[in-house]
């Protein structure tokens, strides 16, 4: 935190808040936040392109929250990136809703220069997309590539402990504070990230994993990488949104093949009948890059990395970073339709009475204008937008919401904040249906 102005680029990120398209315009004019806090009134009134709850909240010069951050930072060794910092990723500015400001655990790689791969999929991974998982990881970063994940449970996981467990690097970006663990269940594994490589994360040190914070976060994993990676998803799941998100950045996004018949596969099959390059290995990734990253990556230690990982054992692996091994999810086998289909459950999940359980799900319509209402106050402009001018009976795309004057990013963005409230529901073919 070498920059003088930490302390107001803090206020300026908690006035702007998180994932904001106002601050490029306030920033295109002034370099250093501390001009923007001086300001008074009158010349706040007078900044072109800002909406009046910003003005007002840029009107209010409190700097208490701002010390308080700046002092838990200093006392747990949290770094700071500012957007002026020289080591501010010039990739994150390419996007108009770039983080005002990063917070960081561990060492702060050199984006501007990095090899990085961004490596996403489903929590309910099979054992195949554990082994997989790892073992592209560690490869990858084996070879000199940071692999970047969110931390999550599942596919994020194995690939961060096999990139920890080949000595390379690894960078976990947060969907909450830096001062919460979550899933909790990786407390370890975020202890070894932070020492080997880099945990980081735009919300400040206190912040809840709120639902809606992980689109926003996404958006950052894919940016920071060259390519994106997804090994197992759904349709319609978090990995998905992530890979369009790299696409409307004009990144390369890379998937697993997998099953035609298992849900897990549906996502990266579809992808790559959109355009994504399959993906048998590392090599298929890093051949993308050879031309650019050459002095990168070191192709003697990628073919040692390939000779361990072929007899490696993941479980164990994971084990040492305190991920748990236990249970792979068993994805579900898609059947035709005249078939009678029972329904299953994941291993561990306690089995109920289906019947039972579907006359729980019914509740009185009123109940559920109701809480579609209070759900939808907590919502932004543009998501309860997006939600008011779905069809009631009709399934859409996110393309299809362009003629509301909302780019397809912000689309995503709001259907998923939407379906994680329970108020849309994803369909095969990137299509949702209100609840």
């Known amino acids: 935190m070498k920059d003088e102005n930490t302390l107001y ?28 806090y001086r300001l008074d009134e009158d010349e706040v009134e007078q900044l072109e392109g800002i909406s009046a709850p910003l003005k007002a ?15 838990y930072c200093k006392e747990n060794r949290v770094d ?30 050199d984006f501007n ?23 592209i990881g560690y490869e990858l970063a084996s070879a000199g590539a940071i692999v970047v994940s969110g931390m999550a ?10 990139a920890l467990s080949s000595g390379g690097k690894t960078v976990a970006v947060l969907g909450c504070g830096i001062s919460v663990v979550y899933p909790k269940e990786h407390k370890r594994l975020m202890d070894e990230i932070a020492k080997k490589g880099a945990v980081i994360t735009e919300y400040p040190p206190s912040e809840a994993p709120h639902g809606h914070n992980f689109p926003k976060r996404n958006r950052i994993i894919s940016v920071l990488c060259q390519g994106v990676l997804v090994v197992e998803g759904s349709v319609g799941s978090g990995a998905l949104i992530t890979a369009r998100r790299a696409i409307d950045q004009g990144r390369e996004v890379f998937a697993l093949p997998g099953k035609i018949n298992e849900s897990n596969s549906e996502g990266p099959n579809e992808l790559i009948q959109e355009g994504a390059y399959a993906v048998m290995s590392s090599d ?31 479980d164990a692996a994971l084990s040492k970073y305190g991920v748990s091994t236990g249970g792979a999810y068993m994805p579900r086998t898609k059947r035709p339709a005249a078939a009678p289909v029972e329904e299953s459950f994941p291993l561990g999940e306690e089995r109920v009475d289906v019947s039972e359980r579907k006359q729980e799900e019914k509740r009185a319509p009123e109940q559920v204008a109701d809480n579609s209402s209070e759900l939808l106050s907590t919502l932004d402009e543009t998501t309860r937008k997006v939600f008011e001018n779905m069809p009631i009976d009709k399934a859409v795309s996110p393309d299809s919401l362009s003629a509301l004057g909302i780019g397809i990013g912000d689309a995503i963005t709001s259907l998923t904040m939407l379906e994680l409230c329970g108020l849309v529901s994803s369909l095969p073919g990137g299509l949702y249906i209100r609840k």
């Open 9 to 36: 680029w803090l206020w300026l990120a908690e006035k702007c808040g998180i994932a904001s398209k106002q601050f490029g315009r306030i920033a295109e004019r002034y370099e250093n936040p501390f001009d923007i």
């Open 57 to 71: 909240r840029l009107c209010e010069k409190g700097l208490e929250s701002s010390y308080s951050i700046l002092k």
């Open 80 to 109: 700071i990136i500012s957007y002026g910092d020289r080591r501010y990723p010039q990739r994150l500015k390419s996007i108009e809703d770039a983080p005002i400001l990063l917070y960081c655990l561990g060492h702060f790689p």
């Open 113 to 135: 220069s990095s090899l990085c791969i961004g490596m996403v999929g489903t929590r309910k991974m099979s054992e195949y997309g554990k082994q997989t998982s790892y073992k």
């Open 153 to 162: 449970l599942g596919v994020d996981a194995a690939a961060a402990c096999g």
């Open 284 to 314: 298929d990734i890093l051949k993308r890059y050879d031309f650019l990253y050459h002095d990168v990556i070191d192709y003697a230690k990628l073919s040692r990395a390939k000779r361990k990982t072929d007899y490696c054992d993941a």
